[in-house]
């Protein structure tokens, strides 16, 4: 989720505005998305380029549920025909991604939205269970969501069932309560990288783990540091098709808005106990596209060039958009 300083202000938004975003229902419903085009750089409607990513195209999206916003991380699968998100009031968020003759992300189509359940089989509705952050689909086709706010990880078969309770890192605990894990993503060999957006043990870095699959469905925890600079927390990552891993780090404060880093680390980085030094792709800022980007997937196109995928939180806040944006990583 955003830092406490974007939080508050959108809380406050929401509440003059009257918003009060209810849960989406237990059945899943299909959900209508209107798309609108966007550029990459507002005052430079022919820019096509931002550091190393190059723009295949990108749209804000409005739909008619009240429910359908907050989208905290994503999955889209390698054929590039289906899209997964889930949202940090619990919903989840399924659709269809449409291009045009170019190979230009215009819309999503055959979209259909449903919520998460809790252990007693329910659909989760209270903000404290349901702040669902971060998501990854494991090897065999299951998904590992982790909430914040009270912090767990829980293992769903599909979406649309009873989850298992999932033993996380020892320290999951210890997180900020609006801190908590925002990055994760899975590994080959079934190896789970989660990084916290706010835990830190030592000065410039959060703590990350890696989750080594152990005996019952298990993971055996062990951390590292993952290093970062004032102002930008990580909120969302990836495995990029060659097997190193993508992260968004996000920066806010009233002056300057949202900012976020597009960054890369080599998997080798990743050893109990080490810390990870990304290397920045690019960096979003107005006057570019930007908002606030939780969700991040990676993908190969047709010609076999990396795609990366962010959307934004809105928040619920009516000063803030839904936005899905793609990117080909350059050489």
Known sequence: ???????????????????????????????????????????????????????RGGIEMRASLRNFGGLSDLHVTPDNRTLTSISDEGAWLVATPRFDANGTLVGLDDARMGQLRGLDGKPIESKPEADAEAMTRLPDGSWLVAFERRHRLWRYRTLTETPLPIEGPAEIGRQPANGGIEAMAVLSDGTVIAISEEYSRQPGTVTGWIGKPGAGGGYDWSAFAYATIPDYKPTALAVLPDGSLATLERAFDMVRGVRVRVMRFDANQLKPGATVTPEELARLASPYAVDNLEGLAATRGAKGETLLWLISDDNFNPLQRNILMLFELSQ
């Open 1 to 55: 989720m955003a830092n406490r300083v974007l939080l508050t202000l959108c809380l406050l938004v929401a509440a003059c505005a009257g918003v009060s975003p209810p849960p989406a229902g237990a059945q899943e419903q299909p959900v209508t998305i209107e798309s609108s085009p966007l550029t990459l750089k507002i005052d430079e409607p022919k820019a096509a380029r931002v550091g190393r990513l190059v723009w």
